[in-house]
């Protein structure tokens, strides 16, 4: 069983090595789901989960590529035969990533080599029922989730599956209903404890809004909480008042229920549209944010029941968030869906950034990443913006891949190297 290491030389060796960065250890602070979700099977450089170790998008590395094209810093660059929303997970020598056929008649979870992106194995799953999505190649939006031992994947109505790293099916949970909404489905399977966590659905009109908790290594129901909306952000794990918590963004409210039980502990309104980012979480705040022109709010943590009186800040504004923000010491960060970024103080929202131009990279779905003191982020161009994590707006990089690739996915960094996934390749990014 997976455990919190408050003190073990793991520990300290991860605290040594973040402490060689200031920025690095601002970000440490902010990870305290970091020891308790994944065992000692999982290293620092590994990226195990949608967002990472932490499900925030922090990496500790150092060394990581700031620029690079079509023609540099390309390590190797692969095709996929078919398209997807989510991103890949890595731990060791081994890549996991989701694809769908058109229509989503079959979707696949494949296993990748690290060293050239060779395929070792896919394993595909048939779907003959129809699924309402919003594009009709955007049928594997999740991303899988490793423990270092078994894979698990969200196939939306196709079901929730779990296999071992030879791709052997340990297990499958194909009675979780259907997703039926006409935006798809959005949200990834995270792990705690011996336990796994799915956000089933959305379902707009009929079907059940709930979250699911099973036995990793069996998949047999650990319990269900119900919502009456759906939405598409990935839950969060976080530790506040030395209790651990799940938190859930869902329509009208953010909530936050324990991990172990599925009971609810507290509930904050703020959520008046589509919900499409995860939670984020640092020096007991929560933020979360709305998309299609909806709000977004910050809350202290500490009580119980109906919170909302203990908001920090809401933002009444025209904005569309898809992509989830971060938070990097006392300010939150996010590129909005039309390319804007912003920059807010996380106590009181202000706005902190004062971007004269957009960057030169479009639309975005992606969510940021937080490595060294930058973040990066993916447009819909398959350009990767970079900018410096830092109250005073400055952009590093714009990197483009110039084959004409179209993405919505998000930067996975593990050991120095970056993936990018478009619609037609894989990407790993090292320098030379």
């Known amino acids: 069983m997976d455990v919190l290491w408050p003190a073990c030389p793991a520990t300290d060796s991860l605290k040594s090595r973040l402490g060689k960065s200031r920025d690095a250890m601002k970000t440490f602070a902010l990870l ?4 308790f979700v994944f065992p000692a099977a999982i290293h620092s450089a590994d990226w195990p989960a949608w967002r ?10 150092s060394k990581v590529p700031l620029t690079w094209s079509e023609t540099e810093n390309v390590k190797w660059k692969v095709p996929l035969e078919q398209q997807g929303n989510s991103t890949p997970i890595v731990l060791g020598n081994r890549i996991f990533i989701t ?9 696949s979870l494949l296993c990748l080599s690290r060293k050239d992106g060779k395929l070792l194995w896919q394993k595909d799953v048939s779907y003959s029922e129809k699924e309402r999505s919003w594009n009709k190649n955007w049928y594997c939006n999740a991303s899988p989730v490793t423990d270092g ?3 698990l994947v969200s196939f939306a109505s196709a079901g929730m599956y779990c296999y071992d790293f030879d791709g052997k099916e340990l297990w499958k949970r194909t009675d979780l209903g259907t997703w039926d909404h006409g935006f798809g489905s959005g949200s990834s399977p995270i792990l705690y404890g011996d336990t796994a966590i799915l956000w089933c ?13 099973v036995k990793k290594a069996t998949g047999e129901t650990v319990w269900e909480h119900d919502e009456k909306l759906g939405s598409w952000g990935t839950p969060l794990i976080i530790q506040s008042g030395g209790k651990d918590q799940l938190l859930l963004s869902t329509q009208p409210s953010l909530k936050g229920l324990d991990p172990k039980t599925g009971k609810e502990l507290w509930s904050c309104d703020g959520h008046d549209k589509y919900v499409y ?11 979360a944010m709305t998309g299609y022109t909806g709000q977004a709010f910050a809350v202290k943590l500490g009580g119980t029941g109906d919170i909302t009186g203990d908001r920090l800040w809401l933002h009444k504004k025209n904005i569309q968030r898809v992509g989830s923000g971060i938070i990097v010491g006392d300010h939150v960060y996010i590129l909005e869906e039309n390319g804007v970024p912003h920059c807010y103080d996380l106590l009181t929202g202000e706005e902190v950034w004062k971007v004269e131009k957009r960057p030169n990279g479009g639309n975005t779905w992606g969510s940021m990443v937080h490595v060294n003191g930058r973040l990066y982020v993916m447009t819909k161009k ?20 110039g084959n004409g690739d179209s993405t919505n996915s998000t930067p996975v960094i593990s050991n120095g190297e970056v993936f990018l996934r ?6 790993c990014i090292a320098e030379k």
């Open 201 to 213: 659905g959305p379902n707009e009109k009929t079907g059940r809004n709930f979250l699911l908790s």
């Open 382 to 401: 398959a350009i990767t913006l970079v900018f410096a994590a830092n109250p005073k707006y400055e952009l590093l990089a714009t990197n483009t891949l």
């Open 32 to 35: 305290p789901a970091l020891f």
């Open 149 to 151: 031992e078994r894979v």
């Open 99 to 107: 694809q769908a056929t058109t229509g989503g008649a079959i979707r």
């Open 422 to 427: 478009t619609f037609k390749h894989l990407y």
């Open 277 to 287: 980012t995860s939670p984020l979480f640092g020096k007991d705040v929560v933020v």
């Open 52 to 61: 990472g170790t932490s499900g925030q998008g922090y990496c500790e590395e």
